[in-house]
């Protein structure tokens, strides 16, 4: 079994609609908890982070960390075609030498 | 401010080649990485650097080496390319745990 687990989509929305993105995970030793984008043919660049558990809200995003349930999630409010991508989530304790174990990603399409 | 860059940004392989994927920063980070990604399969650890002149093995360092003589650089090499390292290799630095900064990617066919 993964120490990661990520919803495999894809995920198809219309625009405006509020997308959900998850992961469960396996290792109660995680601490940072972040999510990337990846744009088709690029590579990734970090979105959000949270440190242990609780909401973070940047914007439309909003990321949010439950370490009881091993549970994280990415939510996208008021979605545009722009954020179509794959979403890798990705965690790490903070002692690791900043190696971070990802999810498989789910790919999102918000259709105009 | 480059960033992470890596040279080349595609190369085709024949079975049994070699070549040295090339990975710069100018982040003055401490951390690098070279990752491959497969579908389906997501991010995988090739190997990692945590400071000049160091390097260790991550998820994934069969057939791969690296080196890190210096802080901004990182190469991977492929000693005797095989088909089932067809993939896109992506490197990253850090400046801490949760931080990680992509290059582009290489697209690598061996055939």
């Known amino acids: 079994q993964k120490e990661v687990e990520q919803d495999p989509g894809p995920l198809s929305v219309p625009e405006g609609a509020i997308v959900s993105l998850n992961c469960t995970y396996s290792n109660s030793a995680f601490q940072y908890f972040m999510w990337y984008r990846q744009y088709s043919r690029k590579g990734p660049e970090l979105l959000m982070y949270?440190?242990?558990?609780g909401n973070k809200e940047d914007g439309r995003f909003t990321a949010q960390v439950d370490k009881s349930s091993k549970y994280i999630s990415l939510f996208i409010r008021d979605s545009q075609p722009s954020d179509s991508a794959t979403y890798l989530c990705a965690m790490t304790v903070n002692t690791n030498a900043g190696k971070s174990t990802f999810g498989d990603g789910t790919t999102l399409t918000v259709k105009p | 401010n480059a960033g992470v860059t890596q040279t080349p940004k595609f190369r085709v392989l024949k079975t049994g080649q070699s070549m040295t994927l090339l990975c710069a920063q100018d982040m003055n980070h401490e951390y690098m990485y070279w990752y491959r990604q497969d579908p389906g399969m997501g991010l995988r650890l090739i190997h990692y650097?945590?400071?000049?002149?160091?390097?260790a093995k991550g998820e994934v360092p069969d057939g791969y080496n690296v080196s890190r003589l210096k802080k901004q650089n990182f190469l991977l090499g492929l000693e005797s390319a095989a088909p089932s390292q067809t993939s896109v290799y992506f490197c990253a630095s850090s400046p801490r745990s949760w931080e990680q900064y992509f290059g582009p990617g290489t697209r690598l066919t061996v055939t």
């Open positions: 949270t440190y242990s558990s």
């Open positions: 650097s945590v400071g000049e002149g160091t390097t």
